[in-house]
């Protein structure tokens, strides 16, 4: 091969690389997944979702134990339900039940509390429109 015909095969060459390359970046947008994946779309979930979960009693540990600010909790018959006080699964901008002034924490072992003016069980990562935020601080040196 003379130096002429070195210039056009190297470039040929440059071009088909860029090219396959292209090719290759095109074949990974929006391909279906390879046999045997599954692809699971995500629905949006309701706001009211884990209530099925939650009962409607409280065992007697967090019936008659204080909030995490020292709150007595109410007499039964007081209590808001759960829709009057606008519970939803979820927080609210940085606002939930494990940081309400409200919150009796778990004292069962389930991993599920309760709250001092609302009825029932209560999750720790949820929010109600009752939500006020802690007095005091837990650990440390609070105080």
């Known amino acids: ?6 210039q056009p095969t190297r470039r040929r060459l440059l071009r088909l690389a860029a090219t396959g390359s292209l090719a290759g970046v095109a074949g990974c ?3 279906p997944p390879p046999n045997g994946t599954i692809m699971v779309e995500r629905e949006e979930q309701s706001v009211d979702w884990c209530l099925d979960d939650l009962e ?3 065992p007697e540990a967090e019936r008659t134990a204080v909030s995490i600010d020292g709150l007595e909790r109410q007499a039964q018959d007081s209590l808001t339900s759960k829709t009057d ?3 939803v699964c979820g927080p609210q901008d940085g606002m939930l039940c494990g940081n309400c002034t409200f919150y009796i924490d778990d004292k069962t072992g389930d991993g599920i509390g309760a709250c001092a003016v609302v009825q029932g069980q209560i999750r720790s990562v949820d929010w109600c429109g009752l939500w006020q935020p802690r007095e005091k601080m837990t650990g440390g ?3």
């Open 85 to 87: 006080a606008g519970y």
């Open 56 to 58: 409607e009693s409280v």
């Open 1 to 6: 091969m003379d130096s002429g015909d070195a």
């Open 141 to 143: 040196d609070s105080e």
């Open 29 to 31: 947008i929006n391909t």
